[in-house]
């Protein structure tokens, strides 16, 4: 075959081409561990939504609440093991999950870091039209006092199945019925408290919680593993804020992580405009939510001025499921 | 311009081989989350060999060892805050693990869940030439009777920086050093105990550890996430093993993971070929480990017959920290 000119430019076409759809095939993963959770996590496509779905699921094996879990009404609270001790502040955290093949594991382990912690209260939104019987049972067995509640994402923030960059404020909707909860539960000065939101995948040092349990207004320290950076947040000195150790999008006014901060549950209770905004841009939920209940100079510095990480923004990987539904079921013909 | 039968045959090449380029790219990343830990984690971009490294990453919070921690011998144990009870088997855990940017995370969330379980001596094997000051001082903070270890995966395995294609066995060496460990402190007869290889990112609910608490030889179970499957494992009837749920080389005399099986201590002891082959081929560590001390039939099934998963095969995504080193380390700024 002659090489004519017209034959080398669609050679080099051809190969730029090429080059440039597999940088975007390999892109299209990588993007993935950079932006927050929030932005990609959506449409989970291993997704199951009852226990049965999957074989092996049920179990019983954290120890199962003592007494008087009640699973019917929306609602329902499954006490903690240990009582609450009343002249402890309750943790009140809010943690939105939804269905997908990890949710079981992440949550399993969460569990059991939080059953290490005195008075907390634990509220799970799930991302779903009613309660997922997973959820359910795996509430009942763990040893954390809790609530179960749930609030499907409206249509307008489902990202498409394609492509999910839009989808930047996940788990907002879901925050916002947890606070709402709270509202409609508690009236300011019944109990002290502090609100927390807490992601069902990241990584909790125990201390993290004794840190944040005496929180006058709003508290903060550092996230590892967060912002592309080992460790986000703030620089403090003498308790107080003096600088941001950030890289994405510096010039927010309070450049966080949904995990870097506490708030008093007086402050929740009292001012209705602490809510996330679920249609604001990707990556300024926090800056808002933040703005319309404190300002920089007022924020305590928690975890020895800012210089500790007690919670990490870790993902866990999405498996491959390749050889689900393709191999005969063979649990099946166990009785 | 002319679409003479040439060209269109040339724009279909065009376009065929860049869906496969793209299909390459993210093929490349897919595998990952299939191919066993082993066989992808090599050459960790973002280590860090110390906690200095780290900025935030010293801190004091798992509550610290009541007394007696030695840090200096590289056998070091330190204690449990519960005393060992002697009617209950010890479970002697086995548990490489490597410098990366998850490990602090990934170690001290299991960490918290080990503090739950009895008489668990949690054997820690570093791949590195010599112990990490990050994990020494991890270690002396988490309440669990631990004992550090170090080797440095041989100049055989280690994986090219390009394709860690070949790098099937990692962790192979370092879980023999924690066998030699044991052969070296224990004899026959001294204590009744069980030994599990127990990966550092995986999640483990607290139940597995008492269905393998009373293991007489080698006792068995489903690993959730594994092998492409939901749940990858035996289908057992009244305590044996009577077939297998695989997908992914089903031919394999034991297909299971690292994660699906405990031994007695005693075998351990007295069966010096219980090793693992860190140079055979990938995926066959488990079988050929298993087959030089036990046979199918005598497996002892656990987790109700094989029915519930109590591990899952869990991994922590890379996090990306495009933005480390790129900006002003302001955190210097802080005395």
Redesign the interface.
Known sequence: MEMTEGKIK?VF??FS???F??????????C???CSKECFLGSPDNS?TTAQD??????D??PAATSGATEDSSDSVSPATDPFNSTLPTIFMITPTYAR??Q???L??LC??L??VRNLHWIIIEDSDSETPLVTRFLKRCRVKSSQLNRKTSSKLQPPKVSAKGHKNRGAEQRNVGLDWLRENYKPGDVTGVVYFGDDDN??????FEEMRYTNKVSIW?V??A?????E?P???NGRV???????S?GRKFPVDMAAFAVNLDIILTNSKARLNPFGPGGHLEPEFLSAITTVPELEAK????????V?????????????D??P???E???
């Open positions: 669609w076409f051809l081409f090429s080059m759809t597999f940088c975007l095939g390999w892109w299209l993963h990588t993935e561990s950079l199951f999957f074989q092996f699921n049920t179990h094996t954290i093949a990890t079981k594991a992440d399993t382990r059991q870091t059953m290490h990584t909790y040092d125990i201390q993290l550092p590892g593993l912002g592309g950076l080992k460790a947040g620089i403090c000195e003096k600088k941001w150790h950030v890289g994405w510096p975890a020895d001025d800012c210089t500790k990480v007690y990490w923004h870790t993902q866990t990987g999405r498996p491959s499921l390749r050889y689900e393709k191999i079921t063979l649990i013909t166990k009785k």
